[in-house]
């Protein structure tokens, strides 16, 4: 079953024509967003996020819930003028530039993700970070939307959250550790005086488990949880049990806050059921 969370629109838009309007697009096996930019506003018009009452348990289920979706947006049917999609899934491994090699893409992820003889593999490049990303889409809801949109990009979430990290401190100086939460994957990003460190991702199904990998991480990062800030970002809110239970074991707990050029003060002041450390993949896509 799929359930509406989000919605947002902007009461100035034209929604008859998209040719200057991006569409971005998230899919993760627990739901669904997307968002549609328009460039002569140089605002959000439009975002929606959808849940799954139950994790697809494959890539077929996965793409009926999007076909399901796309059946009911008829704004998704629309011609924009640039679309992409990133998928959040935990099928990635970050490569250094100097040991990658196009030939050898299946073996960069075999010996932590079981890879079926139907996946492909793909990569994106992270030039801040001089690495690539090589990961395994979901290939079935890949094909859908390349026969919906000839001009679709595609990337891995974890691209688009350590690219933009990147950006926002690039002159930071210090230890700096993001968590980045979704429904049941938890991101772990480490910076040192702006230059990235770790990034890591754990699947978890309760707070004790969240409270677990964060913790442990620090510990393997010789982070002090009475010292350290512990930066949140996605779907995490103060009044949270994630978040407390965060606050319980960890001193001082606060969430990104950046200045997003893509998004003016009025669409939070429009929305103000979402925050700025809200969607942070999602907007930052264009």
Request: hydrophobic fraction near 40%; charged fraction near 20%; glycine fraction near 2%.
């Amino acid at each position: 079953m799929i359930v509406e969370r989000i919605q947002t629109e902007n009461s100035l838009a034209n929604f008859s024509n998209f040719a200057k309007s991006h569409l971005s697009i998230q899919v993760s096996l627990d739901g669904f967003a997307y968002c549609i930019f328009e460039k002569d506003l140089v605002d959000v018009v439009k975002l929606k996020k959808f849940e799954f009452t139950e994790r697809a348990k494959n890539q077929n289920q996965l793409l009926n819930f999007v076909k399901e979706i796309f059946e009911k947006e008829y704004l998704l049917s629309e011609k924009f003028g640039t679309v992409n999609i990133s998928y959040q899934n935990n099928l990635s491994v970050l490569v250094p530039e100097k040991f990658f090699d196009l030939n050898y893409l299946e073996d960069y992820l075999k010996y932590s993700i079981k890879i079926l003889e139907t996946d492909h593999v793909a990569f994106d490049a992270i030039e801040s970070a001089k690495s690539k990303n090589v990961y395994i889409p979901f290939d079935s809801v890949d094909q859908y939307l390349k026969g919906k949109y000839s001009n679709l990009e595609t990337y891995h979430s974890s691209s688009i959250l350590i690219n933009s990290l990147l950006k926002y401190f690039k002159n930071s100086i210090g230890n700096q550790l993001f968590v980045n939460v979704s429904r049941h994957n938890i991101e772990i990003v480490h910076l040192i005086n702006s230059q990235l460190n770790l990034y890591n991702s754990f699947l978890f199904y309760t707070k004790e488990d969240f409270i677990y990998y964060l913790l442990f991480t620090m510990e393997q990062l010789g982070l002090n949880p009475e010292k350290q800030i512990v930066t949140f970002i996605g779907d995490v809110e103060k009044d949270s049990s994630l978040y407390n239970i965060a606050y319980k074991y960890i001193r001082y707990v606060n969430f990104i806050e950046v200045n997003n050029f893509s998004l003016s003060d009025a669409f939070y002041e429009m929305n103000p059921h979402i925050q700025k450390h809200n969607f942070f993949e999602l907007l930052n896509q264009f």
